[in-house]
């Protein structure tokens, strides 16, 4: 028996040779076109599982300047320079913990504040994620992940749903800072992820005392997590919807 199916640019089309010395669809013409569909997607699903999920993504403003590549399918590689040190640092957890090959450049006006370059920085990430993603096929969609460090303990839940929202229950020490670094752009950054990806994202912070902790705490648990609901598994057709779309 001789099976093929194959893509155009007009879309799909199936030529099947012989199928009835193998299957019998008898007079049944649903039951055969919805194994040719099940053929068509099993198609699909493997030639998009094969391309490279990468994206660039590049954005300027008065205020900023920002690229971000990404590569969903990496091995954790990263080179990360956004003239926030403690920002390099975070942003290098989620590459490591998530295994993302991840290369940032970014400059903005630091002399005022680190504000609009840390939420910038959340946009362009999730511009670029998004865009890795593709039309989302094949994902889990869904991750969660729970760290310690040391003292502290965090969890993190996301759903790539299409639908932004943020639950950020992160109780931080009044006017703090690690080293120069206001924690509080923390939330900034995921909530820009959030609305620019379109992604479902719950932060927790359980317990801890430690700042530095708390925040390495949660970049982890988000890299590890954004790992997971990246995953392709291939049972899904698809995507993971009952709507059939994201």
């Known amino acids: 028996m001789t099976n093929v ?45 094969q391309m490279p999920r990468r994206a660039v993504v590049s954005r300027k403003t008065k205020e900023t300047d920002i690229q971000i590549s990404l590569n969903l399918d990496g091995a954790g590689v990263y080179n990360i320079k956004t003239s926030i040190p403690f920002m390099d640092h975070m942003l290098s957890h989620i590459a490591k913990h998530g295994l993302f090959d991840l290369n940032i450049r970014a400059k903005g006006d630091t002399h005022i504040d680190d504000h609009h370059t840390v939420e910038d920085l959340g946009i362009v ?22 760290v310690p460090m040391d003292e502290t303990l965090v969890q993190v839940v996301m759903d790539l749903s299409g639908r932004p929202h943020l639950v950020y229950d992160v109780e931080l020490p009044k006017k703090h800072k690690v080293k120069n ?38 970049f982890k648990a988000f890299g590890r997590a954004l790992d997971v609901a990246t995953s392709i598994d291939p049972r899904i057709t698809g995507v993971l919807s009952t709507k059939g779309k994201i």
């Open 5 to 49: 199916v194959k893509s155009s640019t007009s879309g799909f089309e199936a030529n099947f040779d012989n199928v009835e010395s193998g299957l019998n669809f008898g007079n049944n013409s649903n039951l055969r076109l919805e194994w040719v569909r099940m053929q068509i997607l099993t198609v699909r699903n493997e030639k998009e599982s």
């Open 125 to 146: 990430f999730g511009q670029v994620l998004k865009k890795a993603l593709g039309g989302n096929r094949g994902i889990r969609r869904y991750g969660e992940s729970s």
């Open 181 to 218: 670094f206001d924690p509080g752009l923390a939330e900034h950054f995921f909530q820009s992820i959030v609305n620019h990806a379109g992604m479902n994202l719950h932060v927790r912070l359980l317990y801890g005392y430690d700042v530095h902790h708390m925040l390495e705490g949660i």
